[in-house]
């Protein structure tokens, strides 16, 4: 195909926030030619090349001066098959979710937890994401990229990736690795995680004894519809802030102010605290300030109303952030990619 290029189009559509700037270039790729063809139009314009999928991870508080590229490339093949263990890839622009969807319609297990997360399998490495106590990484078998340095292409296996909580080096080293499909080790015997949150309870009160991955899939489904903010109603992009690690030390301290603290051992020492609890403390739980605001159901998600700017979602951010370290001496980071 041959790439569209279009000057000056609404990014709206294109983040989940629904913040209106616009993009002085854009152009979707649906193959990697068209993705060779977006980078060599960028370096001729003399801009820089800005890759997006469904910009569900995405604050952008001013006009993009790059070239912003859509990858919209489609594709699901199984590269192999042993009867349990099936290795599938994904182009980078399928929708995430259908894909998991995909995988469940074919009985393959290993991504049911990761149910409904909004956004494309390209950028799904690039924070690992996570849910449910399952995390990519846990079915990560590879990774195809393009290095933007050299205009290789380069296969990233497990090792190479880096993945840590909400964390990969392709985050580490924005800008670097374009990434054009990724590979997952499923299987047809599934081991299930189910001690997380209320998954197990759940699955319990429909009365369900023998879980497959698609009950897991319908009830995480259903809890997720139930808490979270479509951002087709509601401007959002999933939680704000990551939830931060802190020494055990720090915790207890936490603790004797607070009894009701939400912790988790994270195997090395640390804590992880769970940010929402911290927000929902101090008060910031349905908080708005115009069209931003702090969602009423989770404090770790904020949400444009209609009409804010991603400066007002990122001064609403500072706001959040500077407030939790001036009473619990605990230091947010943002989860979003913030332009
Ligand atoms: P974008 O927002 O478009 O991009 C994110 C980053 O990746 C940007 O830096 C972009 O430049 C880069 N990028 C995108 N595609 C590529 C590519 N092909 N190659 C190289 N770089 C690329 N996240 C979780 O981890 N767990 C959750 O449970 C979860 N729930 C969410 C719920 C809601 C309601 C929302 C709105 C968000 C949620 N998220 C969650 C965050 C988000 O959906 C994920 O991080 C998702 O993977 C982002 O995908 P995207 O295609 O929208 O990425
Ligand atoms: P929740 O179940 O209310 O739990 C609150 C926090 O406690 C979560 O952030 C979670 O950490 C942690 N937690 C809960 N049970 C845990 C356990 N058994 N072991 C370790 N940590 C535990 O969270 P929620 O907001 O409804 O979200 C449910 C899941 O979806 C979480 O995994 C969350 O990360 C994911 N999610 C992510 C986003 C995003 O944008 N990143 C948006 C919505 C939901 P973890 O976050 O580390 O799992």
Redesign the pocket.
């Known amino acids: 195909m041959i790439l569209q290029l279009q000057e000056r189009i609404s990014l709206k559509p294109y983040n989940t926030f629904g913040v209106e700037v616009a993009a002085r270039w854009f152009a979707q790729a649906h193959d990697d030619d068209e993705v060779r063809a977006a980078i060599a139009a960028a370096a001729e314009k003399g801009l820089p090349l800005m890759v997006i999928g469904g910009g569900s991870?995405l604050l952008l508080t001013r006009d993009v001066d790059a070239l912003v590229l859509r990858m919209a490339s489609r594709g699901v093949r199984v590269v192999s098959d042993d009867g349990e263990r099936v290795l599938v890839e994904a182009e980078a622009g399928e929708v995430w979710d259908d894909f998991v969807r995909w995988t469940l319609a074919q009985g393959l297990g290993g991504l049911e937890n990761l149910s409904l997360?909004p956004g494309t399998v390209g950028a799904a490495p690039m924070?690992n994401?996570?849910?449910?106590?399952v995390e990519i990484k846990d079915v990560f078998a590879g990774l195809t990229a393009l290095d933007r340095e050299c205009g290789e292409l380069r296969e990233f296996g497990l090792e190479d990736c880096a993945f840590a909580?909400?964390e990969s080096r392709f985050k580490r080293e924005p800008g670097r690795w374009l990434i054009l499909r990724v590979r997952f080790t499923l299987s047809r015997v599934t081991k299930l995680h189910l001690?997380?949150?209320?998954v197990r309870q759940r699955l319990a009160e429909e009365g369900v004894t023998a879980p497959t991955p698609a009950d897991v899939s319908r009830v995480i489904c259903a809890?997720?519809r139930e808490?979270?903010p479509d951002p087709v109603v509601l401007g959002n992009?999933?939680?704000f802030f990551k939830?931060p690690v802190v020494s055990a030390k720090q915790t207890e301290a936490l603790r004797q102010r607070y009894s009701d603290l939400?912790a988790?051992p994270q195997g090395d020492g640390q804590m992880?605290l769970?940010?929402?609890?911290l927000i929902d403390k101090a008060g910031w739980k349905g908080f708005r300030d115009g069209a931003v605001g702090v969602h009423a159901q989770?404090a770790?998600?904020l949400v444009n109303y209609g009409g804010a700017t991603g400066a007002q979602l990122h001064a609403l951010a500072k706001r959040i952030r500077d407030d939790i370290q001036q009473r619990f001496g605990v230091e947010l980071e943002m989860?979003p990619n913030l332009y």
């Open positions: 991870n997360i924070q994401i996570g849910a449910y106590g909580y909400r001690d997380y949150g209320p809890i997720r808490k979270l992009a999933g939680s939830n939400v988790y992880k769970a940010a929402g609890w989770q770790l998600v989860e």
